[in-house]
């Protein structure tokens, strides 16, 4: 197995961090990557969304979303029962499985390209729609359906969060510029790309290396969990991707979708909605288990998964 | 040269609840804020401010006392239980009282 060079700068942050090396970007340089990174994946969806008509895209964003509602239901009682934990908690964390990482995205996207592995590029549409639903699950699996949440406020958070902000930006900028009118951006936006995503890993490695020292305190079953829920996850959305007639790539991406936790836009939007809930528990399955696990593991099994998938089912 | 005595609230916390606290702070009186980033360590581990999760901000408030008086109440009331944050008061000169 080769490794990418993408992988190695993740494992080169995560070896460093380990070490307590003095390395360390600073949070503007962070800002800036991912700022890049999300901009760049929506101008490349927006691009094809063009092309694509309402009607077969319609039942997908469906799909879609029901499997975002889905999957924080799935995880609530696992982590409230064989993890015994508090009830924010849980929710929290289910929350954040639902929901997605926009980094494993394109680390997969990156994974696919260098394979010349073809995918619908409207995925981004997807991607958008999957960071809510499981935020909402979430919430309410905490709190129930009460008037005293502030939804006003929190509907703020959802959907002018950064990354929704900027994905969305992303797909409008590129569905009415259209690949031409993109073309003196693109230098920014595409061609550099893969670097930018290499310097991101490599801070995603030191983040990740950060919380390794919680996992010691919280233990084997937020290990166990943060890696066998996103397999499952990944088999959802892999027989979804499947149903929705996804091709080989497409399907890999959501089952990567569904197997990636989120890091960003949930961990903001619970630090506001549950505050009890506490997020070393939810960032330390996210970031310490779950990204590298489907960075250096997942992504290349979720591509055999949809293989499978797609051999058995003709 | 006469400075006229007046309280600086100074309030270290996680950046995720930054709009929603301004917003408190304004209701409660403040006059007028300054934000900047901050990192550090305490008791809820290191905040080092590589990435969004982590980052801390640290908010300065100069106020008269009363005000002061109320943005500690306040702060301790709905935020102390459940977000990383330290808040402490100085006393500080200022030489146009009317702006604080």
């Known amino acids: 197995m080769s490794l990418d060079p993408i992988v190695l700068f993740f494992i080169l942050g995560l070896a460093a961090g380990l070490m307590r090396s003095e390395l360390r970007l600073p949070g503007a340089i962070y800002e800036f990557l991912s700022v890049i990174l999300l901009l760049a994946i929506g101008l490349k969806g927006g691009v094809e969304l063009a092309q694509q008509s309402l009607g077969t895209l319609l039942p997908q964003m469906v799909a879609v979303v029901l499997m975002g509602f889905l999957l924080p239901v799935v995880a609530y009682p696992v982590l409230r029962m064989l993890g015994r934990l508090k009830r924010a908690d849980a929710a929290s964390i289910a929350a954040h499985y639902g929901s997605v990482s926009v980094g494993t995205y394109a680390v997969a996207v990156a994974w696919l390209a260098s394979r010349e592995i073809s995918f619908e590029a409207y995925m981004p549409l997807l991607l958008v729609l999957l960071e809510m639903p499981a935020i909402l699950i979430g919430i309410m699996l905490a709190r129930g359906v009460s008037a005293d949440t502030n939804w006003k406020q929190l509907g703020h958070e959802v959907f002018l969060g950064k990354s929704i902000v900027l994905l969305l930006g992303g797909l409008l900028i590129g569905w009415a510029a259209g690949p031409e009118a993109l073309e003196p951006v693109g230098g920014l936006f595409f061609d550099l790309f893969h670097g930018v995503l290499a310097l991101f890993l490599l801070e995603m490695g030191l983040v990740a290396a950060s919380q390794v020292g919680s996992l010691r305190r919280h233990g084997i079953f937020l290990l166990a969990f943060g890696i066998a829920f996103p397999l499952f996850a990944a088999v959802v959305g892999g027989v979804l991707g499947l149903q929705i007639g996804l091709s080989i790539g497409g399907t890999m991406l959501l089952a990567t979708l569904a ?19 506490n997020p070393t528990l939810s960032l330390t399955a996210s970031l310490g288990v779950t990204f590298p696990f489907n960075i250096l593991v997942g992504i290349p099994l979720y591509q055999k998964l949809a293989v499978l998938l797609h051999g058995s089912g003709g | 040269m006469h400075a006229d005595p007046r309280k600086l609230v100074t309030i270290i916390t996680e950046a ?17 804020y ?14 080092s401010a590589g990435w969004e999760g982590s980052s801390n901000i640290r908010i300065e408030v100069v106020c008269d006392e009363a005000t002061a008086e109320a943005m500690g109440r306040h702060l301790k009331a709905h935020y102390y239980a459940h977000y990383a944050m330290i808040m402490y008061f100085s006393d500080v000169g200022v030489l146009r009282p009317e702006k604080f």
Do not use: C, F, N, Q
């Not at chain 1, 936790?261 to 939007?269: F, G, T």
């Not at chain 2, 300054?34 to 809820?44: F, L, N, P």
């Open chain 1, 259 to 277: 197997a990636s936790a989120s890091y960003i836009a949930v961990p903001a939007a619970m630090r506001l909605a549950v505050p009890e809930a």
């Open chain 2, 16 to 32: 995720a609840i930054e709009r929603r606290l301004l917003e408190d702070l304004k209701r409660l009186g403040a006059h007028g």
């Open chain 2, 34 to 47: 300054t934000v900047s980033d901050a990192r550090g360590e305490g008791t809820r581990g290191i905040r």
